[in-house]
């Protein structure tokens, strides 16, 4: 698990709002990347570059449905090994991912 203290979980939510906003890849924190490999069960694909790279160009789609509450993708949110200490968090990322698909 990686921990977050509240004020690292708001800057996790703050990349993960610019990197919405921006449809930038590039823009995911090691912080945002992290929680995601960490606490979310995402592929890590190997690195943080390897995940931007992952999810950059026709990819960046793919990591969009992974937030869309109507996506089968958003499925992990309801992983039991998804840690409840961050359902906050990752409730705050689906609902804004799904307003912005």
């Known amino acids: ?55 950059s160009g026709d990819g960046f789609k793919e990591f969009l449905n992974y937030f869309d509450r109507c996506s089968p993708q958003s499925q992990w949110l309801e992983a039991p090994e998804i840690s409840r200490e961050f359902a906050e968090l990752n409730q705050k990322m689906v609902d804004y991912g799904s307003d912005h698909i």
């Open 1 to 55: 698990m990686y921990r977050l203290n509240s004020r690292q979980q708001k800057k996790v939510f703050a990349s993960f709002h610019k990197v919405v906003e921006t449809r930038n890849p590039e823009l995911i924190s090691e912080d945002l990347y992290n929680h995601l490999n960490l606490n979310c069960n995402f592929s890590s694909h190997f690195n943080l570059e390897g995940f931007r790279d992952a999810y």
